[in-house]
């Protein structure tokens, strides 16, 4: 008797699993087909752009070995930029001396000391106010960028080409991609395939607060737009200033763009997997004020349950010999993730052989992403962050 009901408790188990999975699995499958076909950012090769149209701002902490290739980059965009500005938030490492080198060479190259951080604010938010305010007044679009992003020559002219072309005033790209090696490739894919799941795919403009998208590494927006909307103070206490930006201005009826831009922006996030491992997930789970925990947690159980389970269980109930519905759902899921990855691809530069594997750090990574939003504390290159998430 007491075999009969284990068994029968594992089978109504096997069934609430399954139909959950099957429920979320049907959202995420209808969400990835209502975003392909997206549009992207492409360079533009007659570029009609005002001299002085945008405003950089750069902020950076301890970015000595990340921010010159950078600069080059923005020093090779042209007349378009009036200002380049970089915001530091207190570095010890040359930062600074790196700085007044590119100043020295390119007059639209500034620095801004960001210190002191004020209570309640996050330093990449802090520094990104400053930095908006001490840009020149005079250039209408403000481009902001992190100090390890790659541009292309031609970025700003493709961002204000596409800006004008898709009729929007706030856009950001999913910049490509470049690991620091094997082991990276193992695990970088699978926590940007979170964000897929979650989102969908690159290529949309949407004033949808729940499926709003952006990339705070290359976010391009109207000057009066983002002082309308507050400027950056209404992200200084999130632990992911750029998709909530984002979703304040689409809370605002502004729709924001995101869209996949080849390689007119390149970007290599971390110097390691562990690094990834360590710093990533702290702003993945995306939650905050607009999200609130209902929608976090469930978009965290749809990669729970769609993107990271399917694989083991379906090895698992094939080595079983075990068929019926729960094997059906599993091997559909689970051939469903194939195809992400391999339309994630396109993502990288010259992803590793290991990309292809990366499938199976799913399940490690849908629990460090549940412990990441269940955390009160973070700490970011040694700096404790204020948590806002609603």
Known sequence: IRARRCAMTARRL?????????????????????TAGGRRVAPNPRPTTAPGSVAVVVPVLNEVARLGPCLDGLIAQGPAVAEIVVVDGGSTDGTQALVATYAARDSRVRLVDAGPIPPGWNGKAWGLEVGAKEADPAAPWLLTIDADVRPAPGLVAALLGH?????????????????????????????????????????????????????????????????????????????????????????????????EAGDVARVQMYASAAEAWRNWPRSLPLRDRFSGWGATLLGLAEVTLVQALPLPLLTLRLLTRQRGPATAVNAALAAARIGVLVGMARAYRCPPWTYWFSPVSDLPVALRLWVSALQRRHVWRGRPLVDGGG
């Open 163 to 259: 800006a004008a072309s898709e009729e929007v005033t706030a856009l950001s790209v999913a910049t490509r991609q470049e690991l620091s090696g094997p082991t990276e490739g193992l695990i970088h894919p699978s926590l940007l395939a979170t964000l897929v799941y979650r989102f969908g795919i690159p290529g949309h403009a949407t004033d949808r607060v729940d499926r709003v998208q952006a990339n705070g590494q290359c976010f391009l927006m109207r000057r009066d737009l983002l002082a309308c909307a507050g400027g950056f103070a209404i992200v200084r206490d999130s632990r992911c200033e750029d998709v909530t930006l984002a979703r304040a201005l689409a809370a605002s009826g502004t729709a924001v763009g995101f869209y």
């Open 14 to 34: 096997w069934a609430l699993l399954t139909l959950g999975q099957a429920a979320l699995g049907a959202r995420v499958l209808l969400r990835l087909l209502a």
